[in-house]
């Protein structure tokens, strides 16, 4: 252990350690006129809110088009374990599983 870096208890010099301060009292006018002009603006600004996107029809769009857009889906462990064993079972990524058996179930249960 370096003995220079070594303070008995209560003889830490000062310049090792500093201290968080106030600011100083000629600044509280200043901050106290920049936080009135941050309430004031906050009163009079506003957010637009955002539109719902259009529905899109499905039967209008490319199902050959290259997939750009991503969802999560959340399985428990059953589901996970299943999907994990047809993808071994066709050789196949659990993301191409899902594929193959959810497209056509959509499409025909949008048939109905």
């Known amino acids: 252990m370096d003995e220079k870096n070594v303070f008995p208890l209560g003889k830490i010099p000062s310049n090792k350690m500093k201290a968080n301060r106030a600011p100083a009292a000629s600044a509280a006018?200043?901050?106290?006129?920049?936080?009135?002009?941050?309430?004031?603006a906050a009163k009079t600004h506003s957010v637009p809110i955002p539109r719902k996107a259009p529905e899109l029809d499905w039967r209008a769009l490319d199902p050959g088009e290259r997939p750009t857009r991503g969802i999560n889906v959340r399985f428990n462990e059953y589901e996970l374990a299943l999907l994990r064993h047809l993808a071994r079972d066709q050789d196949r990524s659990i993301h191409q599983v899902i594929k193959r058996l959810l497209i056509p179930a959509a499409e025909r249960a949008a048939e109905e």
């Open 29 to 40: 006018p200043q901050i106290a006129e920049s936080a009135r002009e941050f309430v004031e």
